[in-house]
Each structure stands twice: as C-alpha cells, then as structure tokens.
C-alpha cells in the first residue's frame, strides 16, 4: 500500500487491514464481482455522478468499469456500491465510502475504461457490512508483483 494510504484522516476502519497488506497495493484479498456502483465528485460544484459497475472489489479499494474516461481529480469522491441482496426478504442497501481516484486506463476487452479507487472512509456501518457480504464469495488471487528485468 502506498504510503499516503495511511496517512489519510478517518482510516480508522480500515487501518489495520492496510497496514497488514504489504507494498504491493493489490495485495489485498479480491472479489470477482459485478456490483451496480456510483461514484460521486462532491467538491464540484454540480456534484457530477457516474454509474458503472465493480470490475474486482477488496476491503481497501475496487476497480469501476464505466464508458467514459474520468481523469483523477485532486480531491476525492463518493463510492456508492449496490450489492444485490442475498435473499428476496433482504432490502438492497447502499454502501457509502469516501475515496480517492488513483487512476484511469482503458480496458480493451471489456470495451470501457477501467477506475481505480482506494477506499478512505466508510460511513456508518459500510465496513462491516461489505465485509459480511464478502464473505458470501469467493476471493481470486491477489495479483503477485512481476520483478523487474535485470
């Protein structure tokens, strides 16, 4: 995990998960899921917003595939994620968690571009409730760092 990671104000939740994943910012346990998402830029002025889908999801981050190339903004921004319920008597509920965009490519094969977001804060009870309902799912691979050439 980079170092600004954990630096950052209101981590409280997700500290200690941060600080047992080593350098390597995908290190994280991840999940192949495909959750409605939202991300919100609060700080402008029209609060622009975003709809895409999960492209993988841990604890500490996730990937959005959406159509439209979004730049990283200095500031950060709102991550709204669905997850399906996992019964029909269940409600849906809204994740809500402060993030920070780290990048934008383009994802080829899946024709859209691809978001990067690291979680900062969860509000209310997002973290756990994220974490229970991953708990539903099967991680994949955290993907291993390739050594450089010599």
């Known amino acids: 995990m980079s170092e600004w990671y954990l630096q950052e104000p209101g981590t409280s939740n997700i500290?200690?998960?941060?600080?047992?994943?080593?350098?390597e910012?995908?290190?994280?346990?991840?999940?192949?899921?495909?959750?409605?998402?939202?991300?919100?830029?609060?700080?402008?002025?029209?609060?622009?917003?975003?709809?895409g889908r999960t492209h993988d999801l841990s604890l500490v981050g996730t990937g959005m595939l959406i159509g439209k190339n979004i730049q990283p903004t200095s500031g950060p921004v709102?991550?709204?994620?669905?997850?399906?319920?996992?019964?029909?008597?269940?409600?849906?509920?809204?994740?809500?968690?402060?993030?920070?965009?780290?990048?934008?490519?383009?994802?080829?094969?899946?024709?859209?571009?691809r978001l990067g977001f690291a979680f900062l804060e969860f509000k209310n009870d997002g973290f756990d409730l994220l974490a229970d309902r991953l708990k539903h799912h099967k991680s994949i691979?955290?993907?291993?760092?390739?050594?450089p050439l010599q």
Do not use: C
């Open 15 to 23: 500290e200690e998960i941060a600080k047992s994943a080593s350098s």
């Open 25 to 51: 910012s995908r290190s994280a346990e991840r999940y192949f899921v495909r959750w409605k998402m939202a991300i919100v830029f609060e700080e402008q002025a029209q609060k622009p917003t975003f709809h």
């Open 78 to 113: 709102i991550v709204l994620l669905a997850p399906p319920p996992l019964s029909l008597k269940e409600r849906p509920r809204i994740i809500e968690i402060k993030s920070r965009q780290l990048d934008a490519v383009y994802s080829g094969p899946n024709s859209s571009f």
């Open 141 to 147: 691979a955290p993907i291993q760092a390739a050594k």
